[in-house]
């Protein structure tokens, strides 16, 4: 059964880089029939698409994050990485890793969140 | 960005009713409509692809209807460990979008 853990800090400075990696278990991320990506959700709040990759190096981003996101594939290690520039209090959420089917667009699994909070 | 938009955002229901949400796109999406349940503290969980088809493991006590822009999630036979919140999410094109929630609670 396919399993996704996402790993980082939980404290990030403002206008520093948030880094996340998600490892993946029970299956490849080289498949042409998946993307992989990021989910985030603030506080009390509902969720946000951040973007998607495949294993070619495709990626899909939110163009309200595009200019400061990064999100790689290491197909070698099974795991996804992002990377999100000059954060402020507003990127403080849970970021969830997230398997995406092209075929019927749905999000499945998610990795269990870990919470990221941007302060000084 | 095509916005979704779920209603009611809050609800309450007792054990045993039948609850219906709805969820209205900006744009027609065709049947790229998934359904989630998420509870306090965890992921969501799909529950719901393709507008109707039901996810591996989730009881048929879930259904969901619609196309085009306006589908409905709905729940028969509320059962205790249903009260939690509900998203859609649309898959139509990029960027992927979610409906705002709605929390269903006990009555």
């Known amino acids: 059964q396919l399993q996704m853990q996402e790993s980082g800090p939980g404290l990030v400075k403002p206008s520093e880089t948030l880094s996340l990696t998600c490892h993946v278990s029970?299956?490849?991320?080289?498949?042409?029939?998946?993307?992989w990506g990021w989910i985030r959700q603030p506080p009390g709040k509902g969720l946000e698409w951040i973007g998607i990759?495949?294993?070619?190096?495709?990626?899909y981003y939110n163009p309200s994050l595009r200019s400061r996101l990064t999100i790689s594939i290491d197909t070698s290690k099974n795991q996804l990485s992002l990377k999100l520039n000059s954060v402020t209090a507003a990127d403080t959420a849970v970021y969830y890793c997230?398997?995406?089917?092209?075929?019927?667009?749905?999000?499945?699994?998610w990795g269990q969140g870990t919470q990221v909070t941007v302060s000084s | 960005d095509i916005q979704m938009t779920q209603s009611p955002s809050f609800m309450s229901a007792s054990v045993g009713d039948r609850v219906t949400i709805t969820c209205r796109a900006s744009?027609?999406?065709?049947?790229?409509l998934a359904w989630y349940q998420q509870k306090p503290g965890k992921a969501p969980k799909l529950l719901i692809y393709?507008?109707?088809t039901l996810q591996s493991g989730v009881p048929s006590r879930f259904s969901g209807s619609g196309s085009g822009t306006d589908f409905t999630l709905t729940i028969n036979s509320l059962q205790p460990e249903d009260f939690a919140t509900y998203y859609c999410?649309?898959?139509?094109?990029?960027?992927?979008?979610f409906g705002g929630g709605t929390k269903v609670e006990i009555k």
């Open positions: 990759g495949l294993y070619t190096g495709t990626t």
């Open positions: 999410q649309q898959a139509n094109i990029f960027p992927l979008t």
């Open positions: 744009q027609v999406i065709s049947s790229y």
């Open positions: 997230v398997r995406w089917s092209s075929s019927s667009g749905c999000l499945d699994p």
């Open positions: 393709l507008g109707s």
């Open positions: 029970g299956g490849s991320l080289s498949s042409d029939d998946y993307h």
